[in-house]
């Protein structure tokens, strides 16, 4: 050792998100409900994965992300590493039943949300793969969810509505198409309710909201008239 400290996660991790790429939504999807039909734009895993993971590679940090059995429940184990062996662990809820299809729609679905939630990036949208994940089974059950930790909290929960209500979005069912086209998920699986989100699907839509809040209040860089 020369006696120089090395960096560890935390400090990786800052700088990366100081040069977090721009990853432009490529694709599109058409989601019909039972209140009516919408369509979005997306990046998919694929775009994410590319643009993102060189960057972490630059700074010495690494993602995986596989099926296991936790604690007797289905789940995607998650993780994002660094070279100096720290580590940040998560858990993402998978279904337990269904085809293979649904289910690895689930899994890719997972991926995508688990390593935008773990690194900050937030392109919004959902994996093309994704919307085969239409079968029941696909969606986490919320009991799973809350006893491993992952189910939105009282902050961020807190955090939506104060920026809902900046935006004048105020009526319930406006805010759950919001919600439903920046989280996207897949076909007959639409959020009813802002406290069935997960904390992923949290950070995205907090992000989405944040940023629609700061297009929406004038620069207090730009100087008034008269002055």
Do not use: W
Request: glycine letters at 10%; charged letters at 20%; one cysteine or more.
């Amino acid at each position: 050792m020369t006696g120089q400290t090395q960096p560890g996660l935390a400090k990786a991790l800052a700088t990366v998100q100081q040069h977090l790429p721009e990853i432009g939504k490529a694709h599109s999807a058409n989601i019909r409900t039972d209140k009516g039909n919408f369509s979005y734009e997306y990046a998919d895993l694929t775009d994410i994965a590319k643009s993102l993971m060189p960057l972490l590679g630059a700074h010495g940090l690494s993602f995986i992300a596989k099926p296991t059995l936790q604690d007797g429940q289905f789940v995607l184990a998650y993780s994002l590493l660094h070279e100096s062996g720290e580590r940040e662990d998560g858990a993402y809820p998978l279904p337990a039943g269904g085809n293979p299809q649904a289910i690895g729609s689930a899994i890719s679905y997972g991926r995508r949300y688990c390593l935008c939630a773990v690194t900050g990036v937030a392109p919004g949208g959902s994996d093309d793969d994704g919307q085969a994940a239409s079968q029941p089974a696909a969606k986490p059950e919320p009991e799973p969810t809350r006893r491993m930790g992952l189910a939105v909290t009282q902050a961020q929960l807190s955090k939506m509505h104060a920026c809902f209500n900046d935006l004048g979005i105020t009526d319930r069912q406006e805010r759950l198409d919001y919600t439903n086209r920046v989280i996207a998920r897949e076909a007959g699986h639409e959020v009813t309710s802002s406290k069935e989100l997960t904390k992923a699907e949290a950070v995205a839509l907090i992000n989405h909201l944040d940023a629609d809040v700061t297009a929406a209040v004038p620069s207090l860089s730009e100087p008034e008239e008269g002055t």
